[in-house]
């Protein structure tokens, strides 16, 4: 079993749909939490991250850690077309050192 | 300005071979990292850099060499290429270890193709 566990997709949804995007992981030590975006030919940029349990909003995203359930899932509001990239999520136990990253889920949003 | 930066953005090169990618960052971060991802989109670490001294080594064969000439810099040196070794590898940095709101800033990668 994967350390962390994320539905590759792809996902297709129209433009303005509320995006769903989830990861499972299996390491009770996990306690930072990230979300990366990655265009298409580019490398992953930061989009969120949380500390522990709890929800954090930024604009049109929001992030949130259930712990004791082991899932994290980043919402998208009002969708574009510009969300169009592969989403990734991160966690590790301490610090940027030693991320385990999802295997990423392909989104697509359709004008 | 490009943050992190790494060449060749393509590399395509017979088994057997040895070839490097180079990468620089302008960010002024300590840590710096090699990581691979495959044909699924999976994304390992490789090595971990910081101030020129190594602290993360993953499994990875010891064809895979890494170099760090300054703070600034991570190379990365493959002996013997293989066709397994196909992959994106993205280099990254940030600014301290163990420190969890200091975001990886990942270059664009090395699409790196065996034939």
């Known amino acids: 079993q994967k350390e962390v566990e994320q539905d590759p997709g792809p996902l297709s949804v129209p433009e303005g749909a509320i995006v769903s995007l989830n990861c499972t992981y299996s390491n009770s030590a996990f306690q930072y939490f990230m979300w990366y975006r990655q265009y298409s030919r580019k490398g992953p940029e930061l989009l969120m991250y949380?500390?522990?349990?709890g929800n954090k909003e930024d604009g049109r995203f929001t992030a949130q850690v259930d712990k004791s359930s082991k899932y994290i899932s980043l919402f998208i509001r009002d969708s574009q077309p510009s969300d169009s990239a592969t989403y990734l999520c991160?966690?590790?136990?301490?610090?940027?050192?030693?991320?385990?990253f999802g295997q990423g889920t392909r989104l697509t949003i359709n004008p | 300005d490009t943050a992190v930066s790494q060449t060749p953005k393509y590399l395509v090169t017979q088994m057997g071979n040895d070839k490097s990618i180079k990468c620089e960052q302008n960010?002024?971060?300590?840590?710096m990292y090699w990581y691979k991802q495959d044909s699924k989109k999976f994304l390992k670490i490789m090595f971990s850099?910081?101030?020129?001294?190594?602290?993360i080594n993953e499994t990875v064969p010891n064809r895979f060499s890494p170099k760090s000439p300054d703070k600034a810099h991570l190379n990365l040196h493959i002996n013997s290429l293989e066709l397994g070794d196909s992959a994106v590898y993205f280099c990254?940095?940030?600014?301290?270890?163990?420190?969890?709101?200091?975001?990886?800033?990942f270059g664009n990668g090395t699409r790196l193709t065996v034939t």
């Open positions: 949380t500390y522990s349990s």
């Open positions: 990254a940095s940030s600014q301290a270890k163990g420190s969890y709101n200091s975001p990886l800033h």
């Open positions: 850099y910081n101030n020129k001294e190594l602290i």
């Open positions: 960010l002024g971060h300590d840590t």
């Open positions: 991160a966690m590790s136990a301490g610090g940027a050192q030693k991320l385990v």
